[in-house]
DNA sequence: GATAATTGTTATGGACCATATCAAATATAG
DNA sequence: CTATATTTGATATGGTCCATAACAATTATC
């Protein structure tokens, strides 16, 4: 990384339509004026750091992978929680994900004007909405899942290894649970 | 986790100051409507859903540990940086943190009001701004180093082992610099 | 049957991120 | 050497995500 000082330097201000943002992103660190590259030093061996740029990374090939399915990590998320469990209502969905209930609704607003989700008011109490999946959700979902799986997962597979990544997971997981 | 169903539900509307944000984040799952634990399923696999989870649980635990000394990962990555690399400009410290500069403006004015880090005019380039800790900076980063090491990084020493948390980080240097 | 609690929702403000644009200073072309 | 282009720090602005307060409808509790 960090390859040519004076590479791309006609490419920045004229063409290049914005595209996505995570291209802005990704292009920042490279694009400014990477002169003759900083000592990282202590930073590369902070956690949180490295965790954030792993994150960013992660979010940006996942949102390149799905690009065809415009879903985003959180759509993805609360479809797999609904198929997992459906019939339960907004609330009990939203805090399993940490996404707090008044910020959910314009996220399940989206999934339900794209005809993914759908909220059935409930005969036991009339003030929740179940959520489930219609046709088409779980018709996206599997194919999600497939790109997930054939073209995320794989790459982290040919960059770790598998044993690797499965390791990496349970850490991450126990930090998520634990820490 | 997911502990009772019904213990702390006096806590929440009324008395409990906001505290920091991260308190109220932290609850969303477990105070709002968590009844029954709902199955994860193939969530808890997916790299993307991990690691954000585990990246907010370490920032939550970073600024907790840095209360005394008021330091955000941002900023203490920022006085990290000139510390190693003394006499670069904003552009240089912003793009190699991945920050753009007109967000660094304002990140670099409150180092700066605090009188952690201090702007130079470069006598070469009379455009840019070198960077340098001050005297006060430099004792604050140390300071900072050892909460960090004695709080931080001891934690996930505890949680992971010595040998585990230097492959994490490994694997996610790895995956931020070449997925 | 009156009061309290819950559910989904709206409104709102803060933090972070990204782009466009600017003046000053410098680099580069002709 | 002068005219143009580029770079630097900065401001303004809009978008997204996160967090809190408040509300109507409904349900639970006393």
Redesign the pocket.
């Known amino acids: 990384m960090t390859v040519s000082k004076?590479a791309d330097?006609?490419a920045?201000?004229s063409s290049e339509k914005?595209?996505d943002?995570?291209?802005?992103?990704?292009?920042?660190a490279e694009a400014?004026?990477a002169?003759e590259a900083l000592q990282l030093g202590e930073l590369s061996e902070q956690l949180g750091y490295v965790l954030?740029r792993a994150q960013?990374k992660v979010f940006e090939n996942f949102l390149r992978c799905m690009a065809s399915l415009q879903l985003?990590p959180?759509q993805f998320s609360v479809l797999l929680l609904v198929e997992k469990n459906p019939g339960r209502?907004?609330?009990?969905i939203?805090s399993t994900l940490?996404?707090?209930?008044?910020?959910?609704?314009?996220?399940?607003?989206n999934l339900e004007s794209r005809d993914l989700c759908a909220?059935i008011r409930?005969?036991?109490?009339?003030?929740?909405?179940?959520?489930v999946l219609t046709d088409k959700g779980k018709a996206v979902l599997t194919r999600a899942k497939k790109l997930v799986a054939t073209k995320h997962e794989a790459r982290l597979n040919d960059l770790l290894g598998q044993a690797n990544r499965e390791a990496l997971i349970e850490m991450l997981s126990k930090i998520a649970n634990e820490f």
């Open positions: 004076t330097k006609t920045e201000k914005p595209a943002t995570a291209k802005g992103r990704k292009d920042a400014q004026g002169a954030k960013l985003t959180a209502n907004q609330t009990e939203a940490g996404i707090l209930r008044p910020n959910f609704v314009a996220l399940l607003d909220r409930s005969t036991n109490d009339r003030r929740s909405h179940i959520l």
